[in-house]
């Protein structure tokens, strides 16, 4: 039986799920937790026989991956019992992941890993079965479904190109490189803030023009005052109303 064991962390089921059904349209049997781990007996058995009963582990590499007890002890496992390792990435490069997990690094050994590119875990998917193919793993025999290496490729990514719409293509860049998201995100987020608080800035009063010297003055003498209209300068008054000034005529 050509079954194929998935490895991930809850966070990546999408990708165990994608991976699992692209791998059982080319012909293989697959088994991961959330799909077919049955209630009741302990799921530490069910995941000790999958790996026993397995032909290979195709195990999914993220940073909440390298972090979880769980997934070491499945590649360790899957390590003692000599099963060949397929390690697919995303959002962590193999540097990384063999700096944060040394186990894993030893447990995996010369295995070469893939990136999961913006596309999803679909377009990798070819590759993991001519990976499988290298080992001498092929389809289950007398599976009706089961299709050639180079028509399930063909098919495969026609269909995924047809389907996929740009908020998709953006969802899988954002998962396959997060910290690239993050700064683009905040990037956005601080040119809205300027442009909201160029905005609030008050707009500057027009100038008001001086008034000119010549203008004329009306004045009223009496023996000891004088009635004096001018109107004001440089002083913005609306309308630029003429003021009345009393002005003391000592004659």
């Known amino acids: 039986m050509s079954e194929i064991f998935i490895s991930h962390v809850e966070e990546d089921e999408g990708i165990a799920l994608d991976i699992a059904r692209e791998l059982e349209a080319a012909g293989y049997r697959t088994w991961y937790y959330e799909r077919d781990a049955d209630p009741g007996p302990s799921y530490l058995v069910q995941v000790h026989h999958a790996i026993e009963r397995c032909s290979a582990i195709v195990i999914v590499i993220t940073p909440a991956a390298v972090r979880s007890h769980q997934m070491t002890v499945e590649v360790v496992r899957g390590h003692e019992s000599g099963k060949a390792f ?23 050994g010369a295995a070469s890993s893939l990136t999961i590119p913006p596309e999803g875990a679909v377009a990798v998917v070819p590759r993991l079965i001519r990976g499988l193919q290298g080992l001498g793993i092929e389809p289950t025999p007398g599976d009706g479904k089961a299709l050639s290496a180079r028509a399930f490729v063909s098919e495969r990514l026609a269909r995924s190109a047809a389907r996929r719409t740009p908020f998709d293509v953006v969802r899988s860049w954002t998962k396959s490189k997060p910290r690239v998201a993050a700064a683009a995100a905040g990037g956005v987020i601080l040119l809205f ?12 009063a027009p100038p008001v023009p001086p008034v000119p010297e010549s203008a004329p003055q009306n004045v009223e003498k009496s ?17 630029r109303r003429p003021a009345v000034v009393q002005v003391f005529d000592p004659t």
């Open 223 to 239: 023996p000891r005052t004088a009635r004096v209209e001018a109107p004001y300068r440089n002083v913005d008054v609306i309308g």
């Open 86 to 108: 397929l390690p697919v990435r995303s959002g962590i490069s193999h540097a990384e992941f063999q700096q944060n997990q040394q186990e894993w690094r030893m447990a995996l």
């Open 193 to 204: 803030l300027a442009i909201v608080i160029m905005n609030q800035r008050p707009s500057p």
